[in-house]
T-cell receptor, first 112, second 111 residues
Framework: QKEVEQNSGPLSVPEGAIASLNCTYS??????FFWYRQYSGKSPELIMF????GDKEDGRFTAQLNKASQYVSLLIRDSQPSDSATYLC????????????FGQGTTLQVKP | KAGVTQTPRYLIKTRGQQVTLSCSPI?????VSWYQQTPGQGLQFLFE???????NKGNFPGRFSGRQFSNSRSEMNVSTLELGDSALYLC??????????FGPGTRLTVL
């Protein structure tokens, strides 16, 4: 059973701080990794994707991938109260498939 | 570009009934995937369609089925509804091999 693990939180950070969200996965053959943000009552919104080892930056967001350790992370700099949401880590299953395997999500609370 | 649309947005059914949900992908996207989201199980993959062919299926009973039309629109059907089928059903579209973008979902309640 291929799995994606996330700490459910809540992770609470003060406004302006860096929020660090982590995810581990079991499928060694996975090549594509995604972070989705989901506000309460809404559907998931894609915020980052990463395919190569290392860091990928987009505005206040940085995704980090370490395939050897099977570890993906998301850093949110200068956190804002509007960042308060559940962050879902998703891993595309290896092989010719579009199947995403999701973690349970980490709830982030940014306190003003 | 318009996003993924799903209809209906909310649905209330009783046990034993069947339901059909519809998804229209982003223009140009030919891949459509369906997911079920519940508080206990999280987001779970149902199936994936590309060019009217089911390419992948998740671990759900045969009561869950789907199809894709030549215009890439997709439908999923759940027959003989059970209480445990109450969930948010999400459709996502993508270019082949690309990132998946979700629609707003259909909230199904089974009484």
């Amino acid at each position: 059973q291929k799995e994606v693990e996330q700490n459910s939180g809540p992770l609470s950070v003060p406004e302006g701080a860096i929020a660090s969200l982590n995810c581990t996965y079991s499928d060694r053959g996975s090549q594509s990794f995604f972070w989705y943000r989901q506000y309460s009552g809404k559907s998931p919104e894609l915020i980052m994707f990463i395919y190569s080892n290392g860091d990928k930056e987009d505005g206040r967001f940085t995704a980090q991938l370490n395939k050897a350790s099977q570890y993906v992370s998301l850093l949110i700099r200068d956190s804002q109260p509007s960042d308060s949401a559940t962050y879902l880590c998703a891993v595309k299953e290896s092989g010719n498939t579009g199947k995403l395997i999701f973690g349970q999500g980490t709830t982030l609370q940014v306190k003003p | 570009k318009a996003g993924v649309t799903q209809t209906p947005r909310y649905l209330i059914k009783t046990r034993g009934q069947q339901v059909t949900l519809s998804c229209s992908p982003i223009s140009g996207h030919r891949s459509v995937s369906w997911y079920q989201q519940t508080p206990g199980q999280g987001l779970q993959f149902l199936f994936e369609y590309f060019s009217e062919t089911q390419r992948n299926k998740g671990n759900f009973p045969g009561r869950f089925s789907g199809r894709q039309f030549s215009n890439s629109r997709s439908e999923m059907n759940v027959s003989t509804l059970e209480l445990g089928d109450s969930a948010l059903y999400l459709c996502a579209s993508s270019l082949e091999g690309g990132s998946q973008y979700f629609g707003p979902g259909t909230r199904l309640t089974v009484l």
